[in-house]
T-cell receptor, first 115, second 117 residues
């Protein structure tokens, strides 16, 4: 099965950029998602990248994908206190057995914002 | 985006009792629903995949007789934790998707915190 690795913690100063890294093992991943989870809440899809892309920018968010190294990163520009949350990387490899496959999540990176 | 609700948001029960958790897609028909489990400060682990009208597919290591899943309609899936024990205490999250959604997005419910005494 897929293995997804992330650093557990990242601490940045407010206003700086945050870069959260993720490595995965399944080269057949078609979509790679980034989810955000605030304390005691469910998951919110932040952004995604399709496997044939190298980069995707969405306002303050930039996703970089290195398929050769199976490395995904999420950059948050101008980090704000509201960005404080756990960020999960989740590659998705498509469909099997007649239906969509579930997601395999990394352990999540706790983003801590320092004033 | 689409809305997925879960009920209850939290539940406390005695050891040995059964607990039912509902997951509803409020504004779309979900052909597939997923159930995940999250331990404190841990990742989400996929427990099972549920397609409407068919039996759920369980991940390795998940006891299907303990975690009963029913997906009777395109908007409702239920997870019943039978004969719950303290080690079943966890945060249970469902998600829902539908064939043909853009970038195959899964929409997540807010989660249900189960505490077994």
């Amino acid at each position: 099965g897929e293995d997804v690795e992330q650093s557990l913690f990242l601490s940045v100063r407010e206003g700086d950029s945050s870069v959260i890294n993720c490595t995965y093992t399944d080269s057949s991943s078609t979509y790679l998602y980034w989810y955000k989870q605030e304390p005691g809440a469910g998951l919110q899809l932040l952004t995604y990248i399709f496997s044939n892309m190298d980069m995707k920018q969405d306002q303050r968010l930039t996703v970089l994908l290195n398929k050769k190294d199976k490395h995904l990163s999420l950059r948050i520009a101008d980090t704000q206190t509201g960005d404080s949350a756990i960020y999960f990387c989740a590659p998705w490899d498509g469909y099997s057995g007649g239906g969509a496959d579930g997601l395999t999540f990394g352990k999540g990176t706790h983003l801590i914002i320092q004033p | 985006g689409a809305v997925v609700s879960q009920h209850p948001s939290w539940v406390i029960c005695k050891s040995g009792t059964s607990v039912k958790i509902e997951c509803r897609s409020l504004d779309f028909q979900a052909t597939t629903m997923f159930w995940y489990r999250q331990f404190p400060k841990q990742s989400l682990m996929l427990m099972a995949t549920s397609n409407e009208g068919s039996k759920a597919t369980y991940e390795q290591g998940v006891e299907k007789d303990k975690f009963l899943i029913n997906h009777a309609s395109l908007t409702l899936s239920t997870l019943t934790v039978t004969s719950a024990h303290p080690e079943d205490s966890s945060f249970y999250i469902c998600s829902a998707t539908s064939d043909g959604l853009p970038y195959n997005e899964q929409f997540f419910g807010p989660g249900t915190r189960l505490t077994v005494l």
